[in-house]
């Protein structure tokens, strides 16, 4: 097995364990009910009971919050995996180094947000969300002007796409406007396409045929 294959099928496990961690960490709140509208994803991870966020106070208690913080650990480490062990395959150039530094950035921030819950040290998963919310999607914009890989330059509006709605969603989830998806769904919209980003990224490589498979690597 090539090494870049390995590196687009730890992508391929990231994506599916980040959402099935939301889900069943969320089916296990009783009261009050997890909301994907009203409830931040940090909130899975909060590991205290109370009223949370003087910005837009809210219920939290999450019974299974280890759980979910270990899934964005080892989603973050899944996801840098990708980036480290594809990088020959993506190509040369500036725009695509600049691509895979970010999005390696993008990872940290799941990593950081695990290890400190947002209850628990709420700079350090500022700091986090940070990295997710504004790298990790620049960087998806920054690929779509890698015009010399030959997997990203496939890719360009893709990028383009997915990164302008990462950070659109951003901005709106920032200013607490939620569009009719409540706030906790438009974090979704911000956090979702780096997601959907690498996944397509790790397609394109698992298909990428012998001949062309030696030319990326």
Do not use: K
């Not at 901005?171 to 397509?200: H, I, S």
Request: net charge positive.
């Amino acid at each position: 097995m090539r090494i870049h294959r390995l590196g687009s099928y730890n992508w391929l496990l990231a994506t599916p364990l980040f959402l099935a961690a939301n889900v069943i960490t969320g089916l296990a709140w009783r009261q009050p009910r997890f909301s994907w509208a009203t409830h931040n994803i940090s909130d899975l991870g909060n590991v205290t009971c109370g009223v949370w966020d003087s910005t837009r106070p809210r219920e939290v208690c999450s019974p299974w919050h280890a759980a979910m913080n270990g899934a964005m650990i080892v989603t973050g480490l899944l996801l840098a995996l990708g980036v480290l062990l594809t990088w020959s395959a993506l190509g040369r150039g500036l725009a695509t180094r600049a691509a895979q530094v970010l999005t390696l950035a993008g990872a940290s921030g799941y990593v950081l947000a695990g290890a400190y819950p947002a209850d628990v040290h709420e700079n350090n998963h500022f700091l986090a969300a940070l990295l997710i919310f504004v790298l990790g999607n620049v960087g998806m914009l920054v690929a779509s002007l890698a015009r010399r890989s030959p997997v990203l330059g496939a890719m360009r509006e893709d990028s383009l796409a997915l990164g302008l709605t990462g950070l659109a969603g951003t901005a709106l989830f920032l200013a607490q406007v939620d569009l009719g998806f409540g706030v906790g769904g438009m974090e979704r919209v911000a956090v979702f396409p780096l997601m959907a980003w690498t996944v397509a990224v790790a397609v394109r490589l698992t298909r990428t045929p012998p001949a062309a498979d030696r030319l990326l690597c």
